[in-house]
């Protein structure tokens, strides 16, 4: 298994639509190891897999209090959704910011496991955000797009002035 890097709001990757998978092999099996490990390395809840510039409509997630019921979601679409719920949401694509974000309150979405086992669930509270959330990143949208375009300026500006201090911080540690 192996750590992967992750897309950083504004990369333009992040605005790719994911296409459907197709083979359930080998290599999607590394893939959904991998993507499990770099979010939990990171200490998120949920990772697609266009964030990690692989634009195939996979995503893992893991919203258990103890951090070990991993969930697996291969070309997943959403089949109903009822109510509405305004939730801080983050992004281990945008580091460090939150916002509220409104969003479905219950969901029934339809998907494959990664064998390619057709499912389907239900969903509510935090495992209903999270999924909306990773499939918003299939689709090229990020959670910044439900601000206003000031805020995601804001956002944007926040970002680059934190990416500023830590290579300055890196390069006054490789001095010394």
């Known amino acids: 298994m192996a750590t992967l890097e992750i897309l950083e709001f504004p990369d333009p990757r992040l605005r790719t639509r994911a296409a459907p998978v197709e083979s359930f092999d080998q290599e999607l099996g590394e893939l959904v190891d991998d993507m499990l490990e770099t979010m939990h390395a990171a200490n998120g809840i949920g990772l697609a897999a266009t964030q990690i510039n692989r634009h195939v409509r996979l995503l893992v997630l893991d919203v258990s209090e103890e951090r070990n019921d991993p969930r697996v979601y291969v070309n997943p679409e959403i ?45 509510e509270g935090i495992h209903a955000v999270c999924l909306q959330h990773e499939m918003d990143h299939l689709q090229g949208k990020l959670f910044v797009d439900y601000l206003s375009p000031l805020k995601r300026q804001m956002v944007k500006k926040k970002l680059d002035k934190q990416r500023r201090q830590s290579e300055q911080t890196v390069a006054a540690g490789s001095i010394l």
Not at 98 to 122: C, L, P, T, W
């Open 79 to 123: 089949v109903s959704e009822e109510g509405s719920q305004v939730c801080e949401e983050g992004c281990l694509s945008v580091p460090g910011i939150y916002a509220s974000v409104k969003r479905a309150e219950n969901i029934r979405v339809r998907a494959q496991d990664r064998h390619g086992i057709v499912f389907e669930e239900e969903a």
